[in-house]
């Protein structure tokens, strides 16, 4: 957000501002007369100002001032932070390189480009003591994206290439970088505090509301009450159902134990009972049941596609009868939640399956159910017994998940338990679920804030040899769009 007129520091933009107007993202075409064989300046010229002009704004959007060299040696001016609550400045200054261009820089995407810096300027900016940025711009869009030189080109195999590679989602220069540019020129130890810029947020849980149930619950006497003997027996007996539960000598269900195979365990009649009584009821046991039989339903829904762990106590996708890739529609493309992994000595042998997984849990708040996601993974040696390494296959992608991974996850299981994308053939379903729950918060969270250091070669090459911790059928590593907090 930009501030009033009269909270926005003075800018010294270029001079020929005053002979093309107000700064406007074709600045660098305005028309200038010439006579012919008089003094020109060149195109190129031009677009350097038109970038220089578009730090100026950007940097007074951020509440900070900017200071242009008239010398430029391979810095064209500097950042002086500024407190946006006070207005007062600190003489605290981050060096700035521009590079504009109208042209597409070197491999530019919607989402990267690259950019290999001149030897000289490299050793310049790294000579010094104070924080260098360089910032690459595209004034005639009023685009620019930013790179800190010395967290950069802190490994020496990056300092050997000189080659920055940009991410345009995370590293544009506009207001929401001003509390990273302050982090920079902030000395260590020093307790400088600069306002958070006003801004809200939406946050999302991995909360997944329970919209709608059958209307009853129905309960029916049991002659065979242990559950350990009570379910092998039913199967026999061709009940395939698993929606219920057992309690005090009672079987409770959301269906009326009408399916052939249930009478000879049966000591009387089924009764039924509105499920509100249940869902709404206060006491901690009765809530315990419902979060019972909400799982044990919710199973009994996607049991073509989903097997319970009774020792982990959690749901995982089951192997394909072949031992191939299992896949579900996604927002772009397939995604792999079943896939065998070849091991790596003898790559014709398979090293372990990798099941995606979920512990479900239910918390009841107020009128409302949630279904609670907590997304993790199965590790098999052959897509049903558990692998001897799976504990440590799980520590390892745990250490290279990130916020994306995790977010994707939850977001995948949300869709595939709301039925987003069912398929012919897939079976009715006994609960409906909402969207994830999601909160406003009045200040927002600047997410650079929670990221590490640059990543070393050495790293980058050691997570290029870990499989994607989401995987699409394509075998590209994808995540979901979108910057979300999860809770």
Not at 55 to 80: C, P, S, Y
Not at 109 to 116: C, E, K, M, N, Q
Not at 340 to 359: I, M
Request: net charge negative; glycine share 8%.
């Amino acid at each position: 957000m930009i501030e009033s007129a009269a909270a926005v520091p003075a800018i010294a933009l270029p001079a020929f501002a005053s002979v093309c107007g107000p700064v406007s993202p074709h600045l660098y075409n305005c028309p200038m007369r010439r006579a012919s064989g008089g003094k020109r300046i060149s195109s190129s010229h031009v677009i350097g100002e038109a970038g220089i002009a578009l730090i100026a704004l950007r940097t007074a959007e951020m509440g900070h001032v900017w200071h242009q060299r008239q010398t430029d040696a391979g810095i064209d001016g500097e950042i002086e932070l500024r407190d946006r609550a006070t207005g007062e400045v600190r003489n605290l200054v981050v060096m700035v390189q521009s590079k504009a261009s109208d042209q597409p820089f070197p491999g530019e995407t919607d989402g990267s480009f690259h950019y290999i810096v001149d030897a000289r300027d490299l050793e310049y900016w790294l000579g010094g003591n104070a924080p260098v940025i360089l910032i690459c711009s595209h004034p005639r869009s009023q685009e620019a994206w930013w790179v800190h030189i010395n967290a950069w080109f802190d490994d020496p195999a990056r300092q050997k290439s000189r080659r920055v590679v940009f991410d345009k989602g995370a590293q544009a220069y506009n207001s929401e970088a001003a509390e990273a540019i302050a982090r920079l020129a902030a000395p260590a130890g020093s307790g400088i505090y600069l306002g958070l810029a006003p801004r809200g947020e939406t946050i999302i849980s991995n909360l997944l509301p329970l919209e709608a149930t059958p209307a009853r619950i129905f309960s029916v006497p049991l002659n065979e009450t242990r559950l350990d003997q009570l379910g092998p027996a039913l199967r026999k007996s061709g009940v395939r159902r698993s929606d219920w539960i057992v309690h005090g000598g009672q079987s409770y269900s959301f269906g009326d134990f009408a399916e052939p195979g249930w009478e000879p365990f049966l000591s009387g009649a089924a009764e039924s009972r509105p499920a509100e009584e249940w869902l709404g009821n206060e006491d901690s046991q009765v809530q315990r049941l419902c979060a019972q039989l909400l799982t044990r339903s919710l199973l009994d829904d996607l049991h073509h596609e989903l097997a319970w762990h009774g020792k982990k106590k959690l749901i995982y996708f089951k192997a394909t009868r072949d031992l191939r890739p299992r896949t579900l529609p996604g927002k772009a493309r397939e995604r792999v939640v079943f896939k065998g992994y070849p091991n790596k000595k003898d790559p014709s042998r398979v090293a372990y399956y990798r099941h995606s997984a979920l512990r479900l849990g239910y918390v009841h708040d107020g009128d409302t159910w949630y279904a609670q996601l907590d997304p993790t993974y199965v590790f098999t040696s052959d897509g049903r017994r558990d692998s001897l390494y799976a504990a440590d296959n799980l520590a390892g992608i745990r250490r290279l998940e990130k916020a994306a991974a995790v977010e994707g996850s939850v977001r995948m299981w949300a869709s595939y338990i709301r039925g987003d994308k069912r398929r012919i053939g897939d079976p009715e379903r006994t609960l409906t679920f909402g969207d994830l729950r999601e909160f406003e918060a009045e200040f927002g969270i600047d997410d650079s804030g929670w990221r590490g250091r640059p990543r070393s070669s050495a790293e980058v090459s050691e997570e290029a040899d870990v499989e994607p911790v989401w995987e699409a059928a394509d075998g590209s590593g994808a995540t979901d769009d979108g910057d979300w907090t999860l809770l």
